[in-house]
């Protein structure tokens, strides 16, 4: 988790006194919320929270929604309205979550809304993004006059046009700090799984056709070869701890550099320029955020500055990388190998010669897909939009540049 919020003592703090056998965090009334007391108990009855089974988005289905969520808003319609995108499908809002958030707001779901548009548009004051849903457009900035805050899950805002929010005089939060672990955590995992070629040898050691392991079929060391991180934010600074563990020399790119101190604690090595990194690293991890400038990032020529036996890590965003030219690398030994976890578009087409490449894994963006990091998102969430209703100090306020 990250910095101490500026909420002083947080309505979810694990610290707070536990009462009864459940196990569970007694709520305190109230909490101090830039040095005012900020109430937590919702007036009126608060609805059951949902349960259901496990989403089976691994075998492509949605998950279902429990009958009375669907279609509906859920909590008090006494409480702050916010939207969400729904609660059924990819992009709904966790599951588990549901029953948290509506003890503060009422969820108001986009269908509603564009069914009720007259009724409902004075009643939302934020917007909950969950998984880049709701898709924040000028249509919908300018039917919602009471809106005060657009709170977004996870670390990057690519997804959302800052300047024409901010013109709309609505501020946005993000939750850069629960995401940094867990997306270092799986970098490290892909760097790892490509290098020891985890996924062929799987396939190798299940395939009905099977019949002898080869001694001589090896992957890559990973104990003191060279990292080469671009961007060395939250995120790639994990990512370089984790890697330290592994004796690994770390060599790094960002925009700017580290202080000395913080370079000395990892063995960090700045790279001024780009193509240095690349010619030296043995794998390059990406950990930028998309901007215009880092667009396709690395494209034909930054491919082939990197070794033929170098692996590519993407732990960043999909458009970081001309994918057309990654597949033409891999395909003709321009480097060894690639693991990512973000691409774009999310998913690949199914017939992209990614997908067909036994040097390539591929992971859904599951960078901050834990359970622990997925509530404390949720709960940061939540956090902001209090203290943006009550005009207080936004946590994690995304400021316009």
């Known amino acids: 988790m990250g910095p101490t919020s500026v909420l002083g003592r947080s309505p979810f703090d694990p610290s707070l006194p536990r009462s009864g056998t459940s196990g569970r965090a007694r709520r305190p009334d109230s909490f101090i919320l830039g040095g005012s007391a900020v109430s937590l108990t919702p007036r009126g009855s608060v609805g059951t929270r949902p349960t259901g089974s496990p989403r089976a988005a691994s075998k492509g289905r949605s998950r279902k929604c429990p009958e009375s969520l669907r279609g509906t808003a859920v909590g008090d319609p006494e409480l702050p309205g ?90 946005v939060a993000n939750t850069p700090h629960p995401v940094s672990s867990p997306t270092a955590d799986l970098g490290m995992a892909l760097l790892l799984a490509s290098a020891r070629r985890v996924v062929e040898g799987n396939q190798m050691a299940v395939s009905p056709d099977t ?29 370089a701890q984790r890697a330290k563990a592994f004796e690994m020399k770390i060599l790094y790119h960002n925009r700017n550099r580290r202080k000395l101190e ?48 170098a692996v590519l890590v993407n732990v960043g965003r999909g458009l ?54 997925r509530r404390r998102m949720m709960e940061n969430l939540v956090e902001s939009i209090l203290a943006a209703l009550r005009g207080l100090p936004i946590p994690n306020e995304v400021q316009p540049e």
């Not at 809106?147 to 990057?156: D, E, P, V």
């Not at 604690?265 to 794998?283: H, K, N, T």
């Not at 060894?336 to 859904?364: C, F, G, M, Q, S």
Request: aromatic content about 4%; overall charge negative.
């Open 262 to 309: 913080e370079e000395l604690a990892v063995g960090a090595a700045y790279c001024e320029r780009l193509g240095d990194l690349l010619q030296q690293s043995d794998f390059v991890m990406l950990a930028v955020s998309l901007t215009p400038q880092t667009q396709r990032l690395i494209g034909r020529r930054e491919l082939r500055l990197m070794k033929s036996s």
């Open 82 to 171: 916010v939207l969400v995108s729904g609660f059924e499908g990819p992009r709904a809002i966790c599951e588990d979550h549901v029953g948290e958030l509506q003890k503060h707001f009422r969820l108001i779901t986009m269908e509603e809304f564009l069914e009720n548009k007259t009724q409902l548009s004075q009643k939302i004051q934020a917007i909950y993004v969950w998984g880049g849903s709701p898709v924040i457009t000028r249509e919908l900035l300018r039917s919602l006059p009471s809106l005060k805050l657009i709170a977004s899950a996870g670390a990057g805002t690519d997804h959302l046009d800052l300047p024409l929010i901010t013109s709309s005089g609505v501020k």
């Open 211 to 239: 019949v002898d392991f080869s001694i001589n079929w090896m992957g890559q060391e990973v104990s003191g070869a060279t990292l080469g991180i671009v961007g060395m934010g939250t995120i790639g600074y994990k990512i």
């Open 320 to 373: 970081l990388v001309d994918h057309d030219a990654l597949a033409e690398a891999l395909q003709t030994g321009v480097i060894k190998a690639a693991a990512l976890d973000v691409t774009y578009p999310e998913p690949l087409p199914r017939d992209h010669p990614l997908l067909k490449l036994k040097n390539v894994i591929l992971t859904p963006h599951i960078g901050s897909a834990t359970h622990h990091a």
